[in-house]
Each structure stands twice: as C-alpha cells, then as structure tokens.
C-alpha cells in the first residue's frame, strides 16, 4: 500500500509572496507540480502529501493546495483515489499511462499472444505467502545479531544444514553441511564454477544437445573455453559421445534432461562417474525440477553417486518463485573454499534474510507441503495438455511427460518447425522450437509446451489454436 509521506521540501515548491507581481498561489503550486511531473522528477504512481500536510509545509491556507491538486486531476496530471490519496497519472513528457499489457511471446511482433506456452514461467500465484511470513517473523523474533552482519561467501550455516537433512532425504544427496555454497540462483551458480575451472586450467565443456542457451554455454565461451555438444537420446546425454569429447567438465540434466523429458539410466549414470574419475573432470548436475514427478518413482541425484566429483545445483525458481533468487550447490571438498571466494567476490553474498527464512521454512516442513499441494496442480494441466494434444494433433509425439513443466513434443518430417512456431503466432499462440537450443542444427522438430502458469481451459484452447495453425502451414 502506498503512503503519502512526501513533505513539501521533497517536492521543491518555491512560492513567489509579493501579492503585487506574482501569481495566486495555487497557480503556483499547481505549475510547480506540473513542471515536477514533466521533468520525470515525479514519477508515474509517485504519491503526493496530503493537503493539510503540504499547505503546512509551504505555509499557505489548504485551500490554496486543495485548488491546486483539484486544477491537476482536471488536468490529468493527477489522480485522487479512495482514502484521499493523490498520485501522479502521467509519465515524464505528459503521456497518460494505459494499463499494461501481458508481454510479447516470440514471433508475435509486439502482439500480446492469447495463450503463451513458454516455459520457465512458474506460477508464482501459488507461492505460500502466509507461510513465508511466518518464517519471516522467526527470524527476526529468534535470530541472534550476528547472523545479520557480512558473512563469508558459503551463506549462512542455518540453511546449510536444513537443505543437507532435505536434499539427502528426498534427493538421495550426500550432502555436508560444510560444502554448501548459497548463490543466486542456477546461473550465478554454472558462472562461479565456470569462473574456477577456467582459472584451475578447464579448457573444454560440454554440455548436452540440446540444452539451454542461456547460462552455462555463453558464460564458458565468455570465459575462453571451449563449449563442445553432446547428442541425446532418449534417456538423456549419450554417454559413449562424452567419453570421446576430451572435455574437463560436463552439465547435465540427469533427472529430467532440459528439454527432451529422458532420465538417464542407473548403468549411464556409472559411466559418466567412471569417465569423471579417469579424467578428473567435474559433472555439473543441474537439478532444476525434479520434485516435480507423475507417473513414476522418484528419481535420485547423481551426486550421491560420488560427491568429490559432482556439483548438485539446485534452485527455488522452479518450486517456489525464481523472484527469490536463491540457489544452492554442493560442492566437493576440493573446490568449495574457491567457489565461496569467488561468490564472495561476486556480490558479497546473498541475502541474509531469505537464507534464514528459507532455512526455516525448510525445517518446518512448509517446502515439502508446497510440492505435494502443487503437484496435483501441474498434473492436471500436464494431463489437459496430452489430452488435447491427443485429440486435435495426434501426429505429434510427446515426450519427457512423467516430470517437470514442460512437455516436447516432435514434429512429423513433414511439418517445419520454424513455419509452425510462426503460424503459431500468428494465431495468437507463442512457444518455442527445439532447434534453438541445438548446437548441431540437425535433428527431428519440436515444440516446447511449458504448462505451469495455464489453466486448463487456456492448454485446450491454446491447442486449438496450434491446431489450426498446423492447418494454415500444410494449406501454404
């Protein structure tokens, strides 16, 4: 909620007083705040005092100020609302503010799209806020002094051990409490590691193909390294590919690879352990959304496997909010006084406050709550997807549906990806193409259907509309 607490001196109102020359006074108001807005110094939704508090301030009757804000919203400079709060209406330069407009997926040309499959939008609606401010409370009712001040670089012990006893029981980690570093987020998180490798002589990465073009590739080749592709399969990274790459690091998605949906196999998962240890290369193991599981068991984290050789990264952005910035990796023993030193370096360290509250929101169970309440949420708007799917193009094939928030679906070899993403939009549907995060440019078409923040109704009709563009493309 807004407050009025501006005083006069904070709006820079100068009055001319000689009652022989100048202006009334509520002119002179009224032209000063005009003057204000014009200039960008009040910005659109600034709030102004109150009137008895500005008319006490400049010394003048309130009714020379009550004129002057009535003389603005004529105007459309201001506008009151309900309470008697008074706020600024118009953008510097005098353009009035419209409501604003869902943003523009891909290939819409500034065109708001009616359904937006794009993934990464987690629904932050669903973010347990009453719960959150309960740990909030603790914290500040229960933490001593110290932990408010500068930290070192590996954040505060609190989270350290509740995201140890969580990741090791739902997980399958080995996690120690002592090798945890808190960063902000998975890609602050690849940019440290990226960073150290580099300095400790890392010359080549690979990572899987496809995989996001967003984080880890652009910051290694940022840092001078070579950035080499790994073919997946249907159960993710082809391993006997890896082992001929000459590469001192490797980024997977073993769980859930990122975007085609496989998991990697128990004998898949050995052979890259044997390959790191033979090489003494580094997995990063990017665990970006596996609480979120449907059709099958869970599936535990490589790092368990052999923790001096893997980082386990992981973030609240996909099950909670990515608003909060907070991620974590376990570090093996070897590496984590380097990785701490450059976060420290980074940005001092993440906040305080939030690592505390997560830590307690961790301990009392309120993480896990989350999941199981969001988990039947997702299911049912993964399963209205494959639904309509079904029924309106069965000749694409879905894949990677038994976890996460987004589902591939393969193209048939008639049908162009890029073609279909545009008729799409012009549709009024926006997704993306597979072929976008592929470093080799050959290979089947995709479509990516990120579901988390679409009703039911919205995935139907959103399927429709695809349908239909489909249609538009074949006639073309």
């Given at each position: 909620m807004r407050t009025n607490s501006s005083t006069a001196e904070d709006l820079l109102i100068e009055l001319d007083r000689n009652r022989t020359r100048a202006?009334?006074?509520?002119?002179?108001?009224?032209?000063?705040?005009?003057?204000?807005?014009?200039?960008?110094?009040?910005?659109?939704?600034?709030?102004?005092?109150?009137?008895?508090?500005?008319?006490a301030g400049l010394g003048v009757s309130r009714g020379v100020v009550v004129e002057a804000y009535q003389q603005l919203v004529a105007e459309g400079y201001l506008t009151s609302r309900a309470g008697g709060y008074t706020q600024v209406a118009l953008e510097p330069g005098g353009a009035r503010v419209a409501a604003a407009a869902p943003?523009?997926?891909p290939g819409t040309q500034g065109v708001a799209p009616a359904v937006d499959f794009g993934y990464g939008h987690t629904d932050v609606s669903t973010f347990p806020r009453a719960a959150w401010l309960r740990s909030v409370r603790t914290v500040f009712a229960a933490t001593p002094d110290d932990r408010f001040a500068y930290l070192d670089g590996r954040g505060v012990p609190e989270l350290h051990q509740a995201l140890a006893d969580y990741l090791n029981r739902v997980r399958g980690t080995s996690a120690d409490p002592r090798h945890t570093v808190i960063c902000s987020g998975f890609g602050q998180g690849v940019s440290l590691l990226i960073q150290v490798l580099a300095a400790r002589g890392a010359r080549r990465l690979a990572v899987e193909d496809p995989s996001p073009d967003d984080d880890a590739r652009p910051l290694a080749a940022a840092a001078g390294m070579d950035v080499v592709g790994i073919p997946v399969g249907p159960d993710g990274i082809l391993v006997g590919e890896l082992e001929k790459a000459d590469a001192d690091a490797v980024v997977l998605t073993p769980s859930h690879q990122w975007p085609t949906g496989g998991v990697l196999s128990a004998a898949a998962r050995a052979r890259v352990i044997r390959w790191a240890k033979r090489r003494g290369a580094l997995v990063i193991e990017d665990d970006y959304d596996a609480e979120y599981r449907y059709d099958r068991a869970p599936v535990g984290a490589i790092q368990g496997l052999a923790p001096g050789h893997v980082v386990y990264c992981g973030t609240a952005s996909?099950?909670?909010?990515?608003?909060?910035?907070?991620?974590?990796?376990?570090v093996p023993p070897h590496l984590v006084d380097d990785v701490a030193q450059a976060k420290l370096l980074a940005d001092r360290g993440s906040a305080v406050i939030d690592q505390l509250t997560f830590a307690d929101f961790l301990a009392r169970g309120e993480f896990d709550r989350h999941l199981r309440r969001m988990r039947p949420v997702y299911r049912r708007r993964r399963d209205a997807l494959l639904a309509a799917l079904d029924a309106r193009l069965p000749e694409l094939t879905p894949t990677g549906v038994a976890a996460g928030q987004h589902v591939v679906a393969w193209l048939p070899p008639d049908l162009d990806e890029a073609a279909v993403v545009a008729a799409a939009a012009r549709r009024g549907v926006?997704?993306?193409?597979?072929?976008?995060?592929?470093?080799?440019?050959?290979?089947?078409?995709?479509?990516?259907?990120?579901?988390?923040?679409?009703?039911?109704?919205?995935?139907?009709?959103?399927?429709?509309?695809?349908?239909?563009?489909?249609?538009d493309v074949r006639a073309s």
């Open positions: 202006e009334p006074l509520h002119r002179q108001v009224a032209a000063s705040i005009r003057e204000s807005v014009r200039a960008g110094r009040l910005r659109h939704g600034a709030s102004l005092p109150p009137t008895r508090t500005l008319a943003a523009a997926g996909k099950t909670l909010v990515p608003g909060l910035r907070l991620g974590w990796m376990l926006a997704l993306r193409g597979v072929a976008r995060y592929r470093l080799d440019p050959a290979g089947p078409g995709g479509l990516i259907f990120g579901y988390a923040t679409l009703s039911e109704r919205a995935i139907t009709g959103g399927i429709a509309r695809l349908s239909r563009a489909i249609g």
